[in-house]
């Protein structure tokens, strides 16, 4: 079974990811008496291993896979996490990358095949956080450090 077999079958992915989410939080009580530095030096390498075959991950420590249709949007050149920029070519391809499919476009296809998840698209990523840079994310889930926004900063639908 090929990587792309998987990485084009998003709905198949989230249910793995929902697993391991619903595993990882009740695991929590557990992983907090261990302590999380403890936690994380276990959990660091595969993580970085399993991400980076299936998604190509660029350890941000601060995963928004689920919310981006299976697709981390750290690939895209400018690190977008909101959507496209106004570069995307006609022909669906990226500007800065011509030979590659523009990231947004690849994770909106995927996101429509995802019904736990997919809806999340829409959501407004705060800006990504590079102290978090080669942390893991999923002990930065259960900590709640990747939910920390800059002081001052509002998401977008909020603004008056
Ligand atoms: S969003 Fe961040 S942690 Fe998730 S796959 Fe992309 S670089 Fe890795």
Redesign the pocket.
């Given at each position: 079974m090929g990587l792309d077999f998987l990485r084009n079958r998003p709905h198949l992915i989230e249910q793995v990811y929902a697993l391991a989410e619903k595993t990882a939080w009740s695991l929590n009580p557990l992983a907090k008496k261990i302590g999380y530095a403890r936690v994380e030096r276990l959990i660091k390498v595969p993580e970085d291993i399993a991400?980076?075959v299936f998604?190509?991950?660029?350890?941000?420590?601060?995963?928004?896979?689920h919310s981006?249709g299976m697709t981390?949007?750290?690939?895209c050149p400018k690190n977008l996490?909101n959507g496209p920029c106004g570069g995307v070519r006609a022909n669906g391809h990226c500007e800065v990358k011509p030979e590659m499919r523009c990231v947004w476009n690849v994770a909106y296809e995927r996101s429509l095949q995802m019904p736990v998840y997919g809806h999340e698209l829409i959501d407004i990523q705060p800006p990504?956080n590079r102290r978090l840079e080669d942390t893991s994310?999923w002990v930065n889930m259960l900590t709640g450090v990747d939910k920390e926004v800059p002081p001052g900063w509002i998401p977008i639908s909020e603004v008056k």
């Open positions: 991400k980076e998604f190509d991950c660029q350890r941000c420590g601060q995963c928004v896979l981006t981390c949007p750290m690939t996490r990504v994310a």
